[in-house]
């Protein structure tokens, strides 16, 4: 199964960086992102949680190392979008070295961009291979991963979501990101362990409820955080980016959807003592305000087509697919071993 | 961090009136030794000295600093900030770490919490002390009046004096929340008649019982919960004074997390050192174990590890974004007037720390001891570096010029330091430096664990 998910992805990454166009490609990052963030967010999770031998991991590190260990179908998942570059980031396309200036048109050149995420690929698919597997954890190690992986998602999403926008670089926007990776993989996890009926101590499930509000709440402050300061400054390459987001249906977007889930979502995390249906809406909502804020982020700057949302729907469930599939295995055998 | 949670940090001869008597006694039974006059009567002299600052300052005004424009924000500000980061970490240790069930916390909560109390209230008043009519300071607040001046809604000053005023008062509120059984402890114990009343009055009628324990739990862990978003978003502010100002170095989005994460490093180094001297000073060696400074040593190095990575991420992010003003700032960093403390600061900061990655320099206590004072010098120069770097490098060439704290800068942070121990000084032989009853549930637990 695990072969054929990796095999069928492989054949439409083919077909699509031989024949896609813009707003295939469009749709394709756009669930690349969605799954590489989950997997990411696990990878964090499982530091974190070692880390501080937290109760909590305890019903969710399986799902959670699954979902680490797919980080290989993530390297094929990335193929269309190295090989689109010219078609999906402005700086890339013909003419795009006008918009860069100084150091940024550097950085921002094709060849060096995919040498640093082939560099990223192969950094995390180490690191899921060394700290999600089972046994005892190593608690240096999980150091080890936490410190890595912070600078390197940080530069990753400034590369892959946040350069479609090269007037602006915003010191917390890979963070940011990351964290709120972090809360939809554990929402993701935990629902999963939900609809399992994973037997778990009341002492897990309350650290779960715990761990699942505090990120809420930093997905929250990091990102009104980094608004507040925009908003102070005002000056014109930040003020832009919030702008155009703040047009038309990108603001039902973000503000009609992903701010009222993340909200929905603390609000009903805050009083304790979760049943199995609030901590699954929770979770649920959590996920909802991840896809919808990373769809507000990245798909207001596409540079030449926007695909249509059933083409959105399509994608990320067809790349769902094959995630799922290579997941659920490894779920599978790591309940074997 | 829960490692140190899971071995037992308290010795295994260890008894529930044991710990009690260790704690109570150096404050009820004890007289104060000669170390302990030296020290307060040196601090009350510093005290003394930090009302004269204050008096010179009033009749003289902000020139006796070495303020001039453009470094118009000089020592005081670098000074709130530096005290005011030490101020949060202490609730937000003690409340973040009762709510991750760090039950070790019990021997460092109430003192961690009573350096809280001291450094944010000696924080707050050197704004004040800044301003050039320290006398209208409540002009900051949104009482009505006939003058019909309102303060500016949209500057993060202005919320600054919100949100720490709010953050003081909760302070005192958690702080005197979790001393009350305590306190009640101290009433029982006490043989004087005046220290019975005293004790007797503060504990509120504690007696004990399972209802007052209760409800007392129950709310201690609600304030735990409000306390952490509320350290957060105080200090998010600080950092916002330095965001919104457009300024180059300052203009930056990750600062305010950024200002949260080194206010836990530099207050966590601040636990260090205060737990070091407590721990000698009222012999509370059995209290406060080697396993304390093993997970306190790791919290330090996340912090650095964080601080780390917070330095590369503006080193990075002033490189990629190619502004030539912010390109001169970095470079005035690293090659200016103040480069030599740039890189003093780095070596306290982000290289120091690196040997508590060492679980037997982390257990060595004065390994950790040095490695906090080290610490706290690095962040205060983090601190007066982020304004000095700034402004002294301003936009316009011919304003530049480089600055020369005077006498009087120098005496005033010496003697805020002063004041701040001799708050210490009173502190520890008044009150119990240990939270006892949470210290005997730890030893509950410590025993269960045991058989």
Known sequence: MRAGALLLLALAAAALAAFGGPALLEAWLFAFLFWASLALGSLGALAIGHLLKEEWLRPVRGPLEAAARTMPLLAVMAVPVLLGLAQLYPWAGPGGGAVLEGPRALWLQPWPFRLRAAGFLALWIGLAWLLARPGRPDRRLSALVFALLLPSVTLAAQDWSLSRDPAWFGSLQGIAAWVEGLAGALAAATLTALARGTPSREESMVGLERALLTLALAVLWLWFTQYIVVWMADLPAEAGWYLRRMRGGWAWMGLGLAVPALLAAILLAAPPRHGPWRMGLVCALLLVQHAAHLWWVVRPDAPLALPPAWLDAAMLAGLGAAWLAWWREGLVARAGA | MSATADKPTLPPEASYAGMIGRVADPVLERRPGRRWWIGFGATLLLTLGFAVCLAWLFIEGVGIWGINTPVVWGFAIANFVW?????????????????????????????????????????????????????????????????????????????????????????????????????????????????????????????????????????????????????????????????????????????????????????????????????????????????????????????????????????????????????????????????????????????????????????????????????????????????????????????????????????????????????????????????????????????????
């Not at chain 2, 770490?97 to 109390?117: D, G, H, K, V």
């Not at chain 2, 917070?310 to 990629?320: A, D, K, P, R, V």
């Open chain 2, 83 to 451: 005290w005011l980061g030490i101020g949060h970490a202490g609730t937000l240790i003690s409340a973040l770490l009762l709510i991750t069930r760090q039950n070790w916390r019990a021997s460092i909560n109430r003192f961690a919490e009573a350096m809280t109390l001291f450094a944010a209230t000696i924080a707050g008043l050197f704004p004040i002390m800044h301003l050039g009519r320290p006398y209208r300071f409540y002009w900051l607040v949104p009482y009505p009046n006939t003058m019909e001046v309102w303060p500016q809604w949209r500057s993060a000053l202005v919320w600054d004096f919100a949100a720490i005023s709010t953050y003081i008062i909760f302070s005192i509120l958690f702080w005197y929340w979790g001393l009350i059984p305590d306190l009640a402890t101290m009433r029982d114990r006490a043989r004087g008649r005046i220290a019975r009343y005293a004790y007797g009055a503060f504990s509120l009628g504690w007696r004990g019982s399972a209802r007052h324990w209760q409800r007392h739990d129950a709310l201690y862990r609600a304030m735990a919960g409000l306390a952490v978003p509320l350290v957060v978003s105080v200090h998010s502010v600080v950092g916002m004074d330095f965001a919104a100002s457009l300024m180059p170095g300052w203009q930056e989005t990750i600062f305010p997390p950024y200002f949260v994460v080194g206010a836990m490093f530099s207050g966590f180094a601040m636990v260090v050192t205060l737990a070091v001297l407590v721990r000698r000073g009222l012999g509370l060696q059995a209290v406060i174990t080697e396993r304390h400074f093993d997970g306190m040593g790791k919290i330090v190095l996340a912090g650095s590890v964080a601080m780390g990575i917070s330095y590369l991420t503006e080193w990075f992010t002033t490189w990629y974004g190619g502004d030539r003003i912010e390109y001169e700032h970095l470079a005035y960093l690293f090659t200016g007037d103040y480069a030599p403390l740039y890189y003093v600061m780095l070596f306290c900061n982000v290289l120091v720390p690196q040997i508590l990655w060492l679980g037997r320099m982390r257990r060595n206590i004065a390994v950790a001891f040095v490695v906090s004072i080290v610490i706290n010098i690095g962040m205060w120069l983090e601190r007066i570096l982020i304004i000095w770097n700034t402004l002294s490098h301003t936009h316009l060439p011919s304003m530049r010029h480089v600055f020369y704290p005077t006498f009087w800068d120098w005496a005033t942070l010496g003697c805020s330091i002063g004041l701040f121990a001799f708050l210490f000084f009173c502190f520890v032989r008044l009150v119990p430096s240990v939270a006892m009853h949470d210290l005997n549930k730890r030893l509950h637990q410590e025993k269960e664990a045991r058989g």
